[in-house]
């Protein structure tokens, strides 16, 4: 019903920036906010910027200064440039379109599976 596929991961060496891409597909009504959101190796997954339909946005407090989140709603596509990055930043990141209105009129949230974001020299 609603795919999400993100894209842009890679090696990059500390410092340096990348562009990570997140498309919302498929059936569904509206999307209220898209977010990004990063697991490193044994931790949990947290938060690292999110977006809402009108352009409202909020960070981890670990990005702020660094990340920027962005979105086209007219594509359903959300953006992060990462900038200075450090290898603290490694981690697989996952996109995800939340309070998402299906056809049946319920409302979830859809995740990506992910794109890997190795910083090291």
């Known amino acids: 019903q609603v795919q999400v596929v993100e894209s842009g991961g890679g090696l990059v060496p500390p410092g340096g920036s990348l562009r990570l891409s997140c498309a919302a597909s498929?059936?569904?009504?509206?999307?209220?906010?898209m977010g990004w959101y990063r697991q490193a190796p044994g931790k949990q997954r947290e938060l690292v910027a999110t977006?809402?339909?009108?352009?409202?946005?909020n960070y981890a407090d670990s990005v702020k200064g660094r990340f920027t989140i962005s979105r086209d709603n007219a594509k359903n596509t959300v953006y992060v440039q990462m900038n200075s990055l450090k290898p603290e930043d490694t981690a697989v990141y996952y996109c995800?379109?939340?309070?998402?209105?299906?056809?049946?009129?319920?409302?979830?949230?859809?995740w990506g599976k992910g794109t890997q974001v190795t910083v090291s020299s």
């Open positions: 995800r379109a939340e309070g998402v209105i299906t056809l049946a009129r319920t409302r979830e949230n859809y």
């Open positions: 498929g059936s569904f009504f509206s999307i209220s906010a």
């Open positions: 977006i809402t339909s009108g352009g409202s946005t």
